[in-house]
T-cell receptor
Framework: KAGVTQTPRYLIKTRGQQVTLSCSPI?????VSWYQQTPGQGLQFLFE???????NKGNFPGRFSGRQFSNSRSEMNVSTLELGDSALYLC??????????????FGQGTRLTVV | DAKTTQPNSMESNEEEPVHLPCNHS???????IHWYRQLPSQGPEYVIH???SNVNNRMASLAIAEDRKSSTLILHRATLRDAAVYYC????????FGKGTRLSVIA
């Protein structure tokens, strides 16, 4: 079956702009989590959605937001981009999430560069 | 705060076993230990997870210390395709990666 699909793969934006990233989870998976990965900070959790509801949130400013649709596809939005938002944004899907006894499947990520 | 400690790098010869350690001394009694690996320009890939007893799957084995404060990921026969950064996490909700261990495999 198809894996987690993230679009676009690469993106270049200017400071102050906004960006929307998309994630299609594995068919049947209802939990989608978003992570930011940078060389300096490593992998940092942004938020998790389950059944269209945000279930968990990391420590990021309000410029970072997300949503999940009824088909479990998810989008994340970053407004007023800053240079420090340049990172690899990863989406992970799991069957139900919310449990430590389950594996997550990652997409290849979206590489965002803010100039 | 990753709350896990791993060596920065390790090296192995091809076809030999590799033991990748992870310390997670503050893990709670109900948290599973998860291992992922990441190849360049790719998202992390699930390897294995476990709670108390040792676990095996087609990719690797996971040996968990009796006090659960540490674990070891075992690749039984390293191949060139196993060269990656390996991360352990003491939680899956959410995953918390430290710096990971960069594994180099020498042909």
């Amino acid at each position: 079956k198809a894996g987690v699909t993230q679009t676009p793969r690469y993106l270049i934006k200017t400071r102050g702009q906004q960006v929307t990233l998309s994630c299609s989870p594995i068919s049947g998976h209802r939990s989608v989590s978003w992570y930011q990965q940078t060389p300096g900070q490593g992998l940092q959790f942004l938020f998790e959605y389950f059944s269209e509801t945000q279930r968990n949130k990391g420590n990021f400013p309000g410029r970072f937001s997300g949503r999940q649709f009824s088909n479990s596809r998810s989008e994340m939005n970053v407004s007023t981009l800053e240079l420090g938002d340049s990172a690899l944004y990863l989406c992970a899907s799991s069957l139900v999430g919310g449990s430590s006894n389950t594996e997550a499947f990652f997409g290849q990520g979206t590489r965002l560069t803010v100039v | 705060d990753a709350k896990t400690t791993q060596p920065n790098s390790m090296e192995s010869n091809e076809e030999e076993p590799v033991h990748l350690p992870c310390n997670h001394s503050t893990i709670s009694g109900t948290d599973y230990i998860h291992w992922y690996r990441q190849l360049p320009s790719q998202g992390p890939e699930y390897v294995i997870h476990g709670l108390t007893s040792n676990v095996n799957n087609r990719m690797a084995s996971l040996a968990i210390a009796e006090d659960r404060k540490s674990s070891t990921l075992i690749l039984h026969r390293a191949t060139l395709r196993d060269a990656a950064v390996y991360y352990c996490s003491r939680s899956n909700t959410p995953l918390v990666f430290g710096k990971g261990t960069r594994l180099s495999v020498i042909a």
